[in-house]
């Protein structure tokens, strides 16, 4: 597979991710924001705050959205919904 086809490739696994992500970045709109204070690679910094700038959005939605993504992808490759191991662990308490 050569190197476009493999960027195609990813292009196309991120687009369905976020399509399939959106009910859970719906959901999770809803409810207020939380702040909390973390540590970042400066670089990775830069490339999410470009991101917001080039899609027109807040650098916490993005941040939001890569994080959904991140968990959707999470899912799938371990064949697990974390939403219902955290319901799990609320029913038991």
Do not use: A, C, G, W
């Not at 910094?45 to 993005?62: A, E, G, M, R, V």
């Amino acid at each position: 597979m050569s190197n476009k086809d493999t960027q195609l490739e990813t292009k196309k696994e991120s687009k369905e991710l976020l399509e399939n992500s959106t009910t859970t970045i719906q959901s999770n709109t809803e409810l207020p924001n939380k702040r909390f204070t973390t540590l970042i690679n400066p670089n990775l910094l830069s490339q999410i705050k470009l991101i917001s700038y080039f899609t027109n959005k807040t650098l916490s939605q993005s941040i939001n959205d890569s994080i959904s993504l991140y968990i959707k992808d999470f899912e799938k490759n371990n064949d697990t919904k974390i939403q219902s191991i955290i319901n799990l662990k609320n029913s038991q308490s």
